[in-house]
């Protein structure tokens, strides 16, 4: 049995026996996921639109990962608005970004690794980087959807009627526990990207100009900013979604 395999079983032992269904759930959907990435794959090496692909892909993943957290009806609803508005977002920013940063396409440090192979493989490389950056975002960002949804749905099934100042001061009061929980998972997942490339410019002797201005770090920072952002778009968008869907309520009663 290989190392995949063994760690694989592992996991989906603890997950049952500690989430039950739910945790079975969240594994199901780990794989689907992963087979939503290989479609994705798939479809841009076969010269389809990066963008419509992104899309449409991004979509699959936000919905599979928020529906697995086994929410009832309204908080999955409100959080999978606001992880599609937060991405559309995303979106916006990061495709004029990755152009103003040039930090697209294969670095210098992988010139060895390339030697011998042809790079007309007729892939915007652009468009691939900021899909990457924008894929990089949805773990964190659905992560933060889903607590401030669910956050949001308890108040109102406790029947709080919140003025807008009182729902303004639980959501910055929900957001602050979870923006920072957040904000440090996406940080740990940068420290230990940044490990083996900082090495990397260590054993190449880069200064400190060197590492600003390398791709390589240049993308890997772009895309934790990108993160960050998000999550801390989360906050306002969920507010706002939450406010919409009580109005729209009202009016229909």
Known sequence: ???????????????????????????????????????????????????????????????????????????????????????????????????????????????????????????????????????????????????????LMALHRHGQTLTNQGLIAAALDLGRQIIGTAVNTVLFGFLADFLALGILFMKLHYSLADIINAKLFTSTVLSLLYAILGVVLVLPVTVLGYKFRERSSKSTK
């Open 1 to 151: 049995m290989g190392v995949t395999a063994a760690l694989t079983i592992i996991l989906f032992s603890l997950m049952a026996l500690i989430g039950g269904l739910k945790g079975i759930g969240a594994f199901i959907s780990l794989w689907l996921n992963v087979a939503v990435l290989f479609i994705m794959i798939t479809l841009i090496s076969l010269s389809f639109n990066v963008y419509a692909v992104l899309l449409i892909g991004a979509s699959i993943l936000l919905t599979i990962t928020v529906v697995s957290t086994g929410g009832d009806e309204d908080t999955t609803s409100l959080a999978l608005l606001t992880s599609f508005v937060v991405m559309l977002c995303l979106l916006v920013l990061i495709v004029p970004m990755g152009k103003e940063a040039m930090a697209f396409g294969f670095a210098v440090e992988s010139s060895e690794a390339l030697e011998g192979l042809s790079l007309g493989i007729r892939i915007p490389f652009l468009q691939l980087g900021n899909a990457a950056a924008l894929l990089a975002t949805l773990g964190a960002v659905a992560e933060a959807a889903v607590a401030m949804a669910t956050g």
